[in-house]
């Protein structure tokens, strides 16, 4: 009788020790897998604040550039350059109006002011004297204070629609040249219009 409860204590403390080892055992492998859980986290966590301190010091630099100052590109100017899908002409002598690509929004009326980007050429050889594409930046305007020949062609366009304007001399700058238009010339514009306002 003694015997057999000498053997049941060593059984109970054989169990308890091994319930003990498989415990600690199954601790720490709990607590090594946070670690390593934190650790990821923790790389994660530095990664996107990287990301977030990029994207912090390009609005910054983006900020700090005054917005009066033209935004040129460094390459690929167009003017000086020819249009492209334009064919030189003769002398013009009526107001020709192409839509390549027909807008969906609102119609121009000739009352309303137009936000638009705009590319200038000369019809006689297609040679760009200006292009707002050049400095990234649409201009705005009242159409009753635009040439004639805008006056009378970009009323009916739709916001979203690119046309293309070929206007006579006398419905451009006439007699007046301007900065690379010579006296007397026809001019082509491709106007992309963007908004229209009142």
Do not use: C
Request: charge should be positive; hydrophobic fraction near 40%.
């Amino acid at each position: 009788m003694e015997l057999f409860r000498e053997w049941r204590k060593r059984i109970v403390a054989i169990l308890a020790a091994v319930l003990f080892l498989i415990t600690s055992v199954g601790f720490s492998g709990m607590v090594i897998w946070q670690m390593r859980k934190d650790g990821q986290k923790n790389k994660e966590d530095t990664k996107l604040q990287e990301v977030l301190k990029q994207a912090q010091d390009k609005q910054s630099a983006a900020q700090s550039s005054p917005a009066s100052e033209p935004v040129t590109k460094k390459e690929g100017k167009l003017e000086g350059t020819k249009l492209a899908g334009f064919t030189p002409q003769g002398t013009v002598t009526t107001l020709q109006i192409t839509d390549p690509i027909v807008g969906t929004g609102a119609e121009v009326k000739a009352s309303d002011t137009i936000t638009a980007h705009y590319t200038g050429a000369l019809v006689a050889d297609g040679t760009i004297f200006q292009s707002s594409l050049d400095s990234g930046r649409p201009f705005t305007s009242a159409l009753s204070g635009l040439i004639k020949g805008w006056q009378a062609g970009i009323p009916g366009m739709k916001v979203g629609g690119t046309r293309r304007l070929v206007i006579p001399a006398e419905q451009a700058y006439g007699s007046q040249s301007q900065a690379g238009i010579p006296a007397n010339s026809d001019l082509v514009f491709d106007i992309q219009l963007i908004s229209i306002g009142n």
